[in-house]
């Protein structure tokens, strides 16, 4: 009986394993094959590349010292590139095949002024400044997957002593907005009177600077154009040409063992983001405008840089980019409808890499209408509760600008204030910030000679009056002593409808960021409340030296009336039609002046001093 017991169970387990594997175990299995195959293909793939990227980087530097070694057997004379400044027989640029791929050679070849005997246009005047050549090389593949641009240099020099040269030299210098300099630059250079024509395509070294020496002399012949990826332009210009005769930049020129230096300012390009809206802020679609900078290209006639007309789309929106830093101006030229005013203030400062919000806030058209801007003549920001009276025999009419800035310059009064009301005191800090050294900045506190590494403070309460929309924070001086570091001055925006909770938010909406750049936009995220505070932040990078906060303001507006602005309507034109125009503001200087309307639209911004 027990051996049948054990013979059954015997073969059960037979049974069992005759099954075969069940789902599970099979998706396992499956999963893990597949994860080896993909972990040995990934190795195989990333080993592939390594070596065909090894193998790439020796082809190219073996082409790279084929056309070395080619430039080397050529005379000193011939060493240049062909139509270039030395002129020679190497092409700037030629396409060759290697190992079955096709790499690009850019050639780059520049006379050398050696200041070993003098320099030109320098004590001693090097009357021969070709003293030796620079040959560089760059090999590089766009078909080539993940492949650097290979560089590869070496000098040349003539066997011979060198003789005395009737060309001269010619030294581009880029700098930006704050005068600083722009390296890697590209610098195109044409020289047309010369057979064949000169042409250099090269960039600016670590000093914003290329030198073209040796170059052909000549009068207004050297046509130059300075650019870089995500910068402005700027160029110069043929004089004569009938849409510009007299360039503010005429084409460069070169006299015989002289230097002729020239330079361009060129930085970061910037946006301008347009909304048209109603005064009830619904967006008005298709709204017609000209954008006009104040740069010129060209004076008598006057030539500006930047001219253009632009239109609103079917949601009152308009980006326009690529903008240089400039002060913008703007005119509505729609056919239906009158500009009311602008937020922020025309004209539009804009500055390098920046994005700015810009509200125009139109109404329907009404004949012989005059818009008045109202702004402090110190800061240029524009006023709120100026009254502004337009008047002749038998019509007078009184307005109201909207209020348009809050600003904060003394912290002297000391800490304790939680409303705005004693312009001079703050409601907090933590002890290391300076507010009286001297009055109406402050700075880093000093103790023992060297100053605090980091300090915060935080502000009273700014009442806007009703809920607001915020757009810009501004605070003096722009730049800090480079030995602070960076960020040496960063704000933070609390704002809210009950005085209550503060949470202070950088320009992203978070409290992880802060507002370093003035004039920077306030995120929407503070809009529609009423009360704000700032909270600013000094740190230095040396304790000898600390960042300064002398003025700090914002501006804003209730709803969609325009700051410092106002419109008059339904005015009469005519000879004797003149209107007596009255601005005044508690503080203020009164202002008065006579105002013919002439257009069917026209402006008149009145600067008041306190």
């Not at 003098?118 to 001693?124: D, Q, V």
Request: glycine share 8%.
């Amino acid at each position: 009986m027990a051996l049948g017991f054990f013979e059954k169970k015997e073969e059960r387990n037979k049974a069992k394993y005759s099954a075969g594997f069940s789902l599970m175990e099979v998706l396992v299995g499956v999963a893990v094959f597949v994860i080896l195959g993909l972990a040995i293909y990934q190795t195989y793939s990333s080993l592939s590349n390594l070596m065909r990227q090894s193998r790439l980087k020796v082809t190219a530097a073996a082409l790279a010292n084929e056309q070395l070694e080619i430039i080397r057997n050529l005379s000193y004379a011939d060493v240049g590139i062909v139509s270039g400044v030395p002129a020679g027989k190497i092409p700037r640029e030629q396409t060759l095949n290697r190992d079955g791929v096709d790499f690009l050679v850019t050639s780059t070849i520049r006379n050398i002024d050696d200041s070993f005997d003098g320099t030109i246009g320098g004590s001693p005047n090097d009357l021969s400044p070709a003293d030796y050549k620079l040959v560089e090389i760059e090999i590089s593949c766009a078909s080539c997957r993940n492949f650097q641009s290979l560089f590869f240099n070496t000098h040349v020099a003539p066997l011979a002593l060198e003789t005395a040269s009737e060309n001269g030299a010619l030294f581009v210098r880029v700098f930006d907005a704050n005068g600083q300099p722009v390296q890697g630059a590209s610098v195109h250079i044409r020289n047309n009177d010369q057979e064949p024509p000169i042409v250099i395509d090269d960039t600016t070294n670590n000093e914003g600077m290329l030198q073209v020496v040796d170059a052909p002399p000549g009068v207004e012949v050297y046509e130059i154009r300075v650019s870089k990826t995500g910068y402005s332009e700027e160029r110069t210009y043929e004089p004569d040409e009938p849409e510009n005769p007299n360039p503010v930049k005429p084409h460069a020129t070169v006299a015989a063992q002289q230097l002729t230096q020239i330079s361009f300012s060129i930085d970061k390009t910037s946006v301008l983001d347009f909304s048209s809206v109603s005064v009830a802020c619904a967006p008005v679609a298709g709204i017609d405008f000209s954008l006009l900078g104040t740069k010129l290209i060209g004076e008598d006639p006057d030539v500006l840089k930047y001219s253009s007309s632009q239109s609103t789309d079917g949601s009152g929106r308009r980006t326009i980019s690529g903008l240089e830093w400039d002060n913008y101006n703007l005119y509505l030229t729609d056919a239906a409808y009158d500009l009311i005013g602008v937020i922020p203030t025309l004209p539009l400062a804009l500055i390098p890499d920046s994005e700015q919000d810009v509200k125009l806030v139109v109404a329907a058209k009404d004949p012989k209408s005059l818009m008045v801007t109202v702004k402090d003549s110190s800061t240029r920001l524009p006023l709120s509760n100026a009254s502004v009276t337009l008047s002749k025999s038998g019509h007078s009419d009184t307005l109201t600008t909207g209020r348009g800035f809050l600003r904060q310059s003394d912290w002297s009064g000391g800490a304790g204030q939680a409303d705005f009301i004693n312009e001079t005191k703050y409601f907090d800090s933590d002890g290391n910030i300076e507010i009286n050294d001297p009055a109406g900045q402050i700075k880093l506190k000093k103790i023992f000679d060297e100053y605090e590494l980091s300090g915060n403070l935080t502000s009273s309460t700014f009442d806007t009056g009703s809920a607001s929309d915020f757009h810009q924070v501004f605070w003096q001086p722009l730049a800090q002593d480079p030995g602070t570091g960076e960020d040496a001055v960063r704000f933070q925006i609390a704002t809210n409808n009950d005085k209550a909770v503060w949470v202070f938010r950088g320009p992203d909406g978070t409290s992880g960021t802060f507002y370093d750049l003035s004039n920077n936009n306030i995120n929407a995220i503070h809009n529609g409340d009423r009360y704000l505070r700032y909270k600013t932040y000094l740190q230095t990078a040396s304790s000898t030296l600390t960042p300064i906060v002398a003025d700090f303001s914002f501006t804003f507006t209730s709803d969609c009336v325009p700051p410092g602005q106002v419109l008059f309507s339904g005015l009469s034109s005519g000879k004797s039609d003149k209107y007596n125009l009255t601005v005044s503001k508690d503080g203020y200087h009164t202002f008065k002046d006579k105002v013919k309307i002439v257009d069917a639209w026209q402006q008149k911004e009145v600067i008041l001093s306190p």
